[in-house]
């Protein structure tokens, strides 16, 4: 079965949101991530979703909260690049429910499982209906890693679409990873192993 890789260091991505900044420029695109901070600690951090019994419904929590700051169907247009016009409108449809479904289920435990890292926001830059805030995820031995997040406007909120970790693009390795199935797969065979792929596992 075919397995669909992430960049290693790629566990970090939404890690990130799970951390309490230790500063953070003005700005809004920087305001609405951290806004978007304070609720999964919020979600991790109530007595309700302690018990092993209520694990389902604190991730189901966390999954919209999530949800609601990236932008997975853009995300998943971007991951396939020119191979999108491949698909038809049903295959698309398709496509981005399994791309959201698959990084749903990548990061699920990940988010979970942070152990006293730091997030630190950096530099904003913002053109229009753009942005990128720069950040650096630091570890309790003091190792850090770059993660900045790309952003998009869309009615007054800005939602992510890609995620660079490292100097590395979340989408762009995606893509190289869909192009390579889609090259010898067609729009059909593609989807169907997708389909079959139980879980995204990092390269560690």
């Not at 260091?9 to 900044?21: K, R, T």
């Not at 399994?98 to 289920?105: G, I, K, P, V, Y």
């Not at 152990?115 to 950040?135: C, F, L, P, S």
């Amino acid at each position: 079965m075919h397995s669909i890789k992430p960049k290693k260091a790629s566990v970090l991505v939404l890690i990130g949101f799970l951390l309490s900044p230790c500063a953070a420029r003005a700005g809004i695109p920087s305001d609405q991530l951290r806004q978007t901070t304070d609720k999964v600690l919020a979600i991790l951090q109530d007595p309700q979703f302690k018990s092993p019994a209520k694990k389902p419904e604190r991730r189901d929590q966390l999954r919209q909260v999530i949800s609601a700051r990236f932008d997975f169907a853009e995300m998943a247009k971007r991951s396939l690049g020119s191979n999108w016009q491949r698909l038809n409108s049903q295959q698309q449809r398709q496509f981005v429910q399994l791309f959201t479904d698959l990084l749903e289920r990548t990061y699920s435990e990940q988010i979970e499982a942070f152990d006293g890292e730091k997030i630190v926001y950096g530099r904003e830059q913002q053109n229009q209906d753009q942005a990128e805030v720069d950040t650096k995820i630091v570890s309790k031995k003091g190792e850090a890693f770059s993660v900045n997040y790309r952003l998009l406007a869309a009615d007054r909120q800005w939602k992510i679409y890609d995620v660079v970790i490292e100097d590395v693009s979340l989408v762009n390795n995606y893509r190289s990873q869909f192009n390579r199935m889609l090259a010898n797969s067609s729009p059909q065979d593609f989807l169907r192993k997708l389909r079959q792929t139980p879980a995204v596992k990092g390269n560690g």
